[in-house]
């Protein structure tokens, strides 16, 4: 036997080290086992010859709980504030197109046409239901606005943000609250208008620094105003995880991979609700409370033969692959201003690539003075045909994409690339019965708790949110049996 300890969490994503962080915070030792040598998950920032390249989130937004956790941790003063406004593209004919965040946004924008801009700016007056069984995302816009707005304004926003497709995605499983707009108000845009009356938006309790002094704007229409605050580190967004690995310390034991992990058994052969959890070289951990951050189908593998009725709807959540390329130029070399946030494609435009964010235009220090950086994500789920080619190979057709769009000429000074073959968490039809059948069996298994971004949000506030709320929930119980 190795140690025993009171609580292990396996993984050290931004959901492990939250919930072993609280915990912390709490008063409750727990030990975190990492199979790789470094934690943050899919938040990674390789800083090399002066620029700052981003192989997971870009620019995530911070609502309330990320934001505490920051200043928790002390870096807020590390903290730069994206512009909410700043503009985004959408790539039609080849061309970029101002994405239509607002009314007069939409009115002006060439990316639809009148017949789909008078059924979004009517929506309002008209009224629905949505159908008794789950439907798709796709379903849903067309029944209610048209396939030309699926196809040019919510496919691109969908893929760029979820890696996801339209045609899987469901809407009771992703967008919960526009399903319940629609039975209740029967319109998205009277739900929407209730919903932040009553102060539903997040944004109404965001205390972040880009949100202070801007009460003006949040009687503005546009949409991204309804959204938490946009923001990076100075020194990227692996700021987080590696100042939560700092405060965890020798808490957190890295290259551990884990091959199994196991309820022990009494003498009579009766499982007891105390964990093993078996390393490599034969050493055992033993724990009175296990916590799995890890994804759907890694903690599918672990459970397999102690837990099979879990393991099954665990192995089938779906994951989307990713491939990104962060690519550094010399400014001389890019004819496009770079004005604004990046662009999205449409699928309908036949491209490889997904997004492209413009960095060094988003936060300053992302590229030395005179050069700017760009990433781009590419690998839509239904043409993996690229996944499977080399990275650098790859990496050459989504620049070729670029350069064509951007007016961009010659190669990149640097570049880097980073390829995950299920990257996200797809919140397809029937997602939703799947959580729930996972959460209804994990109350019949004592001390075992999951965290991750399959489960409630794919965001780094959900993870954060869901971790804490774990944290809290094992501190109440082991309070209730030390009375």
Not at 267 to 282: E, M, N, V
Not at 309 to 329: M, T
Request: include cysteine.
């Amino acid at each position: 036997m190795g140690c025993t300890q009171k609580v292990v969490v396996i993984g050290a994503g931004i959901s492990g080290l939250a919930c072993a962080y609280r915990l912390k915070q709490l008063g409750i030792h727990c030990l975190v086992l990492e199979a790789r040598e470094r934690a943050g998950g899919l938040i990674s920032t390789i800083r090399r010859n002066g620029f700052l390249f981003e192989t997971g989130p870009q620019c995530p937004r911070f609502p309330p709980s990320v934001w505490q956790l920051v200043r928790g941790l002390n870096l807020d003063t590390e903290f730069v504030a994206g512009d909410p406004g700043a503009k985004r593209y959408i790539v039609r004919d080849g061309r970029l197109h101002r994405a239509p965040f607002s009314p007069g946004g939409l009115i002006g924008t060439r990316l639809v046409g009148l017949g789909s801009k008078l059924r979004i700016l009517t929506e309002v007056f008209g009224s629905s239901r949505p159908p008794a069984s789950e439907e798709t995302l796709a379903d849903f816009v067309q029944r209610k606005f048209g396939a030309e707005v699926l196809d040019y304004l919510v496919d691109p926003v969908i893929s760029t943000v979820f890696f996801g497709d339209a045609h899987k995605m469901g809407m009771e499983s992703a967008f919960p609250a526009l399903v319940e707009w629609e039975r209740k108000h029967g319109s998205l845009a009277r739900g929407a208008i209730r919903a932040r009356r009553s102060g539903q938006f997040a944004s109404s309790q965001d205390t972040s620094p880009q949100r202070a002094g801007t009460k003006s704007k949040n009687e503005t229409l546009r949409v991204t105003d309804a959204l938490p605050s946009l923001g990076s580190f100075r020194s990227g967004m692996a700021a987080l995880p590696e100042r939560l690995a700092a405060e965890l310390r020798e808490g957190i034991r890295y290259n551990a991979a884990i091959e199994a992990v196991e309820k022990i058994r009494n003498g009579a052969g009766i499982a007891q609700a105390i964990w093993r959890i078996g390393c490599p070289g034969g050493e055992a951990i033993i724990t009175e409370h296990l916590i799995l951050a890890v994804p759907a189908y890694v903690a599918a593998q672990l459970l397999a033969n102690t837990a099979p009725q879990l393991a099954i709807p665990l192995k089938a959540i779906e994951y989307a692959p990713a491939f990104a390329v962060a690519s550094a130029y010399d400014c001389s070399q890019v004819a496009n201003p770079l004005d604004g946030f990046g662009f999205m494609v449409p699928r309908r435009e036949g491209m490889e690539t997904i997004c492209t964010f413009w960095n060094s235009s988003l936060f300053p220090g992302r590229a030395p003075a005179g050069k700017l950086l760009m990433t781009s994500f590419a690998g839509r789920g239904a043409n993996k045909s690229g996944l499977a080619m080399n990275e650098e190979g790859y990496a050459e057709i989504i620049e070729a994409e670029n350069a064509r769009t951007l007016g961009i000429k010659g190669p990149p000074l640097d570049r880097v690339e980073w390829k995950d073959s299920r990257a996200l968490p797809q919140y397809n039809v029937g997602h939703a019965q799947s959580v729930t059948e996972i959460q209804n069996i994990l109350r019949t298994i004592p001390n075992l708790r999951i965290v991750g971004n399959f489960l409630g949000g794919r965001s780094i506030g959900d993870c954060v949110d869901m971790a804490f709320a774990a944290a809290q929930e094992l501190h109440s119980q082991i309070g209730r049996e030390d009375i």
